[in-house]
C-alpha cells in the first residue's frame, strides 16, 4: 500500500503527468498528488532497483554517453562544486566535521578536504566510490542511504557539524527516513545543506524539456513548500531557502527553440556582453522563484 501513497501528504489520488521521461521502461509515471501538488515518480523503486541502477551508473548510461572521460567531467562539473566549496566555506569553521551525502565521485569531497577541512563522502554506487578513491585519495564510503538501509559504515559515535546533499535528496522515496537518520547525526546546532532540482523550474513547462529533466533517477521532484513540510517534521528549525540558477541563458533558449540539451558542453557560464544579459536573467527566475535548482540550509 505504502508504494501507491504520495511520499509527503500519504494521499492516494494523483494526476498522471507523462509516462515518457528519460530512462522510463514504460512501468512508472510521473504524477502529481491531488492533495499536496508534490510530483513523484509511481511506483517508486525497490531497494535492491536501487542498488543496481547505481552500482551500474546507469544515470549516465541514460544520457547515451557512451564514451565517459573522467576529466571531461571534472571540468563540467568544477563551476558548481567551486560554488558549493564557496557557499560552505563562508558557514562553516575550519575544524568542523563535515559529511558528504551522495558524493558521486568525491570531488567536492576533494576540494574541501584539499582545504583543510575534514570531510567524508558516502555515495550508493559501487562505481563512484571505486572511481573516486583512486582518483583523490579520499575517505570515501559505500552506502546505501534511505528506507530501513542506513548509514551502516559509519560509526553510531560519530556526529557531524555539517551534512551536506547535493543533488541526493531527489534520488530517494524514502525522504523522512533519511532526513531523520541525519538529524540524530548532527551535532547539536548542527546544520544541513540540501540542493535539489527545483520543481517550480518555469522550463518544465516545456515539453521536451520535461520529458528531459523528468527521468527514473529521480524519485521526488520538490518545491520549496514540500521541503520546508519534510524538514520541520523530522525536527529541524531555522530553514533558510534560496534559488540558484545553475544553466545559463543559452541552455534554456536551446530548449525554447531546438527542444534539445546541451550534453557535451552544457552552458553554466558565458562570456562577453551575453554574461550581462546571463546575469540579468539568473537573477529574475531566482527573484520570481522560478529558477531550476532550490538550496536549503536548515539547523538541528
Not at 517508486?44 to 573522467?70: G, H, V, W
Not at 578536504?113 to 585519495?137: L, M, Q
Not at 548542527?190 to 540542493?195: A, Q, R, T
Request: hydrophobic residues 35%; aromatic residues 12%; proline residues 2%.
Amino acid at each position: 500500500m505504502k508504494d501507491k501513497m504520495c511520499p509527503l501528504c500519504s494521499g492516494l489520488l494523483f494526476k498522471i503527468i507523462t509516462k515518457k521521461f528519460r530512462g522510463s521502461d514504460g512501468s512508472r509515471s510521473i504524477v502529481k498528488c491531488k492533495g499536496c501538488g508534490l510530483v513523484y515518480l509511481r511506483p517508486p523503486k525497490t531497494f535492491y532497483e536501487n542498488k543496481e541502477y547505481y552500482d551500474n551508473d546507469q544515470q549516465l548510461r541514460d544520457l547515451a554517453i557512451s564514451d565517459f572521460d573522467f576529466e571531461e567531467y571534472i571540468k563540467k562539473i568544477n563551476t558548481d562544486t567551486l560554488r558549493r566549496v564557496e557557499f560552505i566555506t563562508k558557514i562553516i569553521k575550519k575544524d568542523s566535521s563535515i559529511l558528504d551525502v551522495g558524493c558521486g565521485y568525491g570531488y567536492f569531497v576533494k576540494c574541501l578536504s584539499d582545504s583543510g577541512y575534514k570531510i567524508r563522502g558516502v555515495d550508493t554506487s559501487r562505481e563512484r566510490i571505486s572511481v573516486g578513491k583512486k582518483k583523490f585519495d579520499i575517505d570515501l564510503v559505500e552506502e546505501y542511504i534511505g528506507g530501513e538501509k542506513k548509514i551502516d559504515k559509519i560509526s553510531d559515535r560519530e556526529s557531524y557539524d555539517l551534512i551536506t546533499l547535493f543533488h541526493f535528496l531527489e534520488h530517494s522515496s524514502e525522504v523522512d527516513s533519511v532526513l531523520s537518520y541525519l538529524f540524530d547525526k548532527l551535532k547539536k546546532g548542527g546544520k544541513i545543506v540540501i540542493e535539489v532540482p527545483a520543481g517550480s523550474d518555469y522550463l518544465l513547462l516545456n515539453k521536451n524539456y520535461g520529458q528531459f529533466v523528468y527521468q527514473e533517477a529521480h524519485s521526488i521532484y520538490f518545491k520549496r513548500k514540500h521541503l520546508e513540510i519534510f524538514l520541520k517534521r523530522n525536527g529541524f528549525k531555522k530553514i533558510k531557502t534560496m534559488y540558484i540558477q545553475r544553466y545559463s541563458i543559452l541552455n534554456s533558449l536551446n530548449w525554447i527553440f531546438r527542444g534539445k540539451p546541451q550534453l557535451v558542453n552544457p552552458s553554466r557560464k558565458v562570456t562577453g556582453f551575453i554574461s550581462m544579459v546571463d546575469k540579468l536573467y539568473k537573477w529574475i527566475v531566482c527573484k520570481l522563484a522560478v529558477s531550476d535548482t532550490i538550496l536549503i540550509i536548515a539547523s538541528k
